[in-house]
């Protein structure tokens, strides 16, 4: 789709935590392990609510890491702002109603370990918690 009419395209907002196993990753280096990497259960939780009406490019994500800060970063600062990466995907694949698209994150969660609480808040959204394992 045209990026003037990706927004459009878009119901709602929410937070999500895109969890990762990074020794599961890159264990084999003639083959990135992303769908093993990324497909256990609970590794994909989102909520608590899609918010919709909002700007994306005025939010800001914080993630916190059993209570430690680890990121803060407004949205505005992605590489490609979420009208490129609606209209880019769409020329790849075909998007329908329900579909999710996260868009990345900033560097600094750093690693879970079992009993970890994992938050990822995002203003006009609200907050996110799960513990890990």
Not at 63 to 73: A, E, S
Request: some cysteine; charged content about 15%.
């Amino acid at each position: 789709m045209p990026l003037e009419q990706a927004l459009s395209h878009v119901f709602g907002y929410t937070c999500a935590n895109d969890v990762t196993v990074s020794d599961i990753l890159n264990r084999d280096p003639s083959f990135t392990q992303w769908d093993r990497a990324k497909g256990f259960d609970s590794f994909c939780p989102m909520g608590p609510v899609v918010a919709t009406g909002l700007d994306p490019s005025a939010l800001t994500v914080t993630t916190t890491l059993n209570g430690d800060v680890r990121q803060h970063y407004p949205i505005s600062d992605m590489r490609f702002s979420v009208q490129q990466l609606v209209s880019l995907i769409s020329h790849d694949m075909t998007l329908h109603p329900g579909d999710v698209i996260l868009c990345g994150t900033s560097v600094g969660v750093g690693s879970m370990k079992p009993d970890s609480l994992v938050e990822v808040a995002i203003n006009g959204i609200g907050k996110l918690s799960n513990r890990y394992g």
